[in-house]
Nanobody, 128 residues
Framework: QVQLVESGGGSVQPGGSLRLSCAAS????????VGWFRQAPGKEREAVFS????????WYSDSVKGRFTFSRDETENTVYLQMNNLKPEDTAVYYC?????????????????????WGQGTQVTVSS
């Protein structure tokens, strides 16, 4: 069964940290462009991070640059999003996503409609 399973969301105070995990099963992330997205109530889904399938090209949205860090564990087929110095405006449901690449891909992807697989979403709430 092909799926992405997320974990790690929660409630924190401003300035706090969380690490989101996204474990893939039924396929290997090596052949996929990977993205992290978020959606706040009443707002459109937005990309916060993307990594090209080749691994050589990454992108962070301006709103999270310098605070969020992507990493991956190839042996565990899992990717992570470390979120530091969280702000109330980071409150949203966070999703990981994977886009299959038939050939080596060197560009990241920020359009959520281009992704093939999605995690179930995990809530992140930043509030004092």
């Amino acid at each position: 069964q092909v799926q992405l399973v997320e974990s790690g969301g929660g409630s924190v105070q401003p300035g706090g940290s969380l690490r989101l995990s996204c474990a893939a099963s039924g396929f290997h992330l090596d052949f996929y462009t990977v993205g992290w997205f978020r959606q706040a109530p009443g707002k459109e889904r937005e990309a916060v991070f993307s990594r090209s399938e080749s691994g050589g090209n990454t992108w962070y949205s301006d709103s999270v640059k310098g605070r969020f860090t992507f990493s991956r564990d190839e042996t565990e087929n899992t990717v992570y999003l470390q979120m530091n110095n969280l702000k109330p405006e980071d409150t949203a449901v966070y999703y990981c996503a994977a886009k299959y690449e038939a050939v080596h891909a060197f560009e990241f992807e920020t359009d959520w409609e281009e992704y093939d697989y999605w995690g179930q979403g995990t809530q992140v709430t930043v509030s004092s």
